[in-house]
Structure formats: structure tokens, C-alpha cells
Nanobody, 128 residues
Framework: QVQLVESGGGLVQAGGSLRLSCAASGRTGSTYAMGWFRQAPGKEREFVAVNSWSGGDTYNAESVEGRFTISRDNGKDTLYLQMNRLKPEDTAVYYC?????????????????????WGQGTQVTVSS
């Protein structure tokens, strides 16, 4: 089993920045993709960004491209999401996730169904 714990959420004004962290423990696997998703009230969970197993390849949703940066430190079993130039529409609960089989190549790393392990989420609220 893998446990994921997010931190770093909070309240920030539009244009501000936050850095989310996701600490993994248990039977972690640095050979699998890790990603960030978010869910706003009344909306479905949506893909934000993914990092391949090696950390060398990343892919962002169009809505956050150029503003958010995903990274991972396999030595520390930690995934990060640096969020800059935040907008009110970024308000959501942010979840990190890890797959038990998808490396980030040859699989749909943007689909929630690809991921087997999820954190409890951290709230990000952006005021206008």
C-alpha cells in the first residue's frame, strides 16, 4: 500500500503563488507516474499535471500551462506543484495520485482511472 499526504494549500489572492507538496510513504514506486488533479464544488475531478516515473517528462492541462510546474524528488518520495499567477477559477481541492502500473508512457496519464492511490486532498482558495 502507498499513502499520499498533501500539504501547502491555503487562501491566496489572485496573482499569488502556492506550492503544494505530496509526501508518499509505504510501498512507494519511483517507476510509476504521479499526478495532480483538482475538484471544484459541483464539478468532476479534472487533470492538472503529471510527472513521468523518471521525473524527466511532464505534461500540464492547458488551463494551467505556463503557470503551474510539477516536479518530483524520488529520493524524498515527494511530488510538488508550484502554482504561480493563481486565478479564482483555480479554486478547488487538489489531490495527488500515484499509479501502480502506468509509467507515464504508453498509457493515459491524464485519466483519474489510471491512478490507484490518492491523497486526502488540500484546499486551495483564490480570492479575486
Amino acid at each position: 500500500q502507498v499513502q499520499l499526504v498533501e500539504s501547502g494549500g491555503g487562501l491566496v489572492q489572485a496573482g499569488g503563488s502556492l506550492r503544494l507538496s505530496c509526501a508518499a510513504s509505504g510501498r512507494t514506486g519511483s517507476t510509476y507516474a504521479m499526478g495532480w488533479f483538482r475538484q471544484a464544488p459541483g464539478k468532476e475531478r479534472e487533470f492538472v499535471a503529471v510527472n513521468s516515473w523518471s521525473g524527466g517528462d511532464t505534461y500540464n492541462a492547458e488551463s494551467v500551462e505556463g503557470r503551474f510546474t510539477i516536479s518530483r524528488d524520488n529520493g524524498k518520495d515527494t511530488l510538488y506543484l508550484q502554482m504561480n499567477r493563481l486565478k479564482p477559477e483555480d479554486t478547488a481541492v487538489y489531490y495527488c495520485a500515484q499509479s501502480s502500473w502506468c509509467s507515464g508512457y504508453g498509457c493515459d496519464a491524464t485519466a483519474p482511472e489510471t491512478y490507484d492511490y490518492w491523497g486526502q486532498g488540500t484546499q486551495v482558495t483564490v480570492s479575486s
